[in-house]
């Protein structure tokens, strides 16, 4: 017998240091966005959109609604539960309205593999910060994590530009990547006990690419790749391929760079990519990918895939790039990027940006995506924090649990 899983709850008014009264309340799934009760959902993208405004100076990476909505109510291979914080300034009873949200935070749960770990992420209105509103949110998301009995809190934070090195500078410990040491959300990580494991680079990448730059790439990748052959396929994977490219992506969890974050593998499997490929189109989102096939014995050695909103249509998020350890050395990774960039052209020739995300120390795909025209964005901080046991339980049982 497990534990009841702990759910999202509606936590007393607070006051913050301002003066203001704020509540942090759950956010539900609606059964339509239009609906009265989608008030959470549309509060969760408008403080997103001001953040990602204040960082980057556009909202391109910003979760719109069917995203923030489908997140919770998919339910398969994680739970993601999702809180606003509302200033309790409206009358009794009466429905907050999504402009009345200064902040809002989630937790997600993985339910296969890594089902030690806890997904946590808080963000907060530039207009609203420094008055206690992030920790609240924080407070209802770690009240949850502990109740499921995760152990490792992980999660993010973005900067641009990255800062130069310094006393203002605060270093990955792989020796790679850099983020500010005094920013509001570095301060309010380390204020909580996280540790930095991690530096990630945010990459973009403006469409078309000359064929001057991308014909020349081509010509050597495919020259270096004799013995493969490249597939590509849009909005889903072929049954004959499916349980391949399932063991593609859990070798993705394993084969790419994750610094000191403590993850295990996350296995997929053919029903799992079906699932992934039902949300992906749920959410609005259609998707490329491209794999090699090493032909001799008929088997995935590498895939690129991007992920586009139908409703933006200049914008393209790179998804996983991967080449087996086996089969590095042969630039299939170069091969398969550039395929995927040809089927763009070709069938979605709006696009004129990709959004891509690199370990700082992943030396080898960074300078693919350097050869592509990438230019740096950004920087991601990958935070962890460990979680003290609950007395009288072993590390990893949940409270409370019994067989």
């Known amino acids: 017998m497990t534990a009841p899983q702990a759910g999202p709850t509606t936590h007393p008014t607070l006051l913050t240091s301002a003066g203001a009264r704020v509540r942090v309340e759950p956010v539900a799934v609606p059964a339509r966005l239009d609906a009265l009760d989608a008030w959470g959902v549309h509060g969760t993208v408008r403080v997103g959109d001001a953040i990602d405004r204040a960082i980057y ?6 979760l719109d609604a069917a995203t923030v909505a489908g997140t919770m109510a998919s339910g398969g291979y994680r739970r993601v539960l ?10 009794h009873g009466t ?3 999504p402009e009345d949200v200064v902040g ?3 937790v997600a749960l993985p339910r296969q593999g890594n089902t030690h770990v806890a997904v946590v992420y808080v963000g907060v209105d530039p207009d609203h910060r420094r008055r206690g509103v992030g920790s609240a949110l924080w407070d209802a998301a770690l009240e949850v994590a502990r109740a499921e009995g995760r152990r490792v809190v992980m999660s993010d934070s973005s900067f641009a530009p990255e800062p130069p090195p310094g006393p203002d500078a605060l270093e990955a410990p792989t020796g790679s990547g850099r983020v500010p040491a005094r920013d509001d959300a570095t301060v309010f990580a380390l204020r909580r006990g996280f540790t930095l494991e991690q530096v990630l680079r945010h990459s973009v990448l403006d469409l078309p690419v000359a064929p001057d730059v991308l014909d020349p790439l081509r010509a050597t990748a495919t020259e270096r790749a004799d013995g493969y052959r490249v597939h590509v396929w849009t909005d889903e994977v072929p049954e004959e391929w499916i349980d391949q490219f399932a063991e593609l992506e859990t070798r993705m969890s394993t084969d790419a760079p994750s610094g000191g974050l403590d993850l295990a593998e996350d296995p997929w499997d053919a029903e799992r990519v079906r699932t992934t490929s039902r949300e992906i189109h749920d959410r609005g989102q259609g998707y490329v990918v491209a794999a090699a096939e090493h032909a ?5 050695a590498a895939f690129s895939m991007v992920a586009y909103p139908h409703d933006r249509p200049e914008v393209v998020f790179q998804e996983d790039t991967l080449v087996l350890r086996e089969h590095r050395g042969r630039s299939l990774g170069m091969l398969v990027k550039v395929a995927v960039l040809d089927e763009l052209a070709r069938a979605r020739p ?3 940006r ?13 300078a693919i995506n350097v050869a592509l025209g ?3 964005a950004s920087v991601d901080a990958e935070w962890q924090l460990v979680l003290d046991a609950a007395p009288g339980t072993e590390p990893g049982q949940q409270p409370g649990a019994t067989c």
């Open 57 to 62: 100076g556009h909202t391109d990476l910003a």
């Open 82 to 91: 999702r809180w606003v914080a509302v200033l309790d300034d409206a009358p």
């Open 95 to 97: 429905t907050p309205r």
């Open 104 to 106: 809002r935070s989630m």
């Open 296 to 300: 001799a014995s008929g088997t995935l």
């Open 350 to 352: 709006s696009s004129r």
């Open 354 to 366: 990709v959004h891509t995300w690199n370990a700082q120390e992943n030396a080898h795909m960074l």
């Open 374 to 376: 990438f230019a740096p």
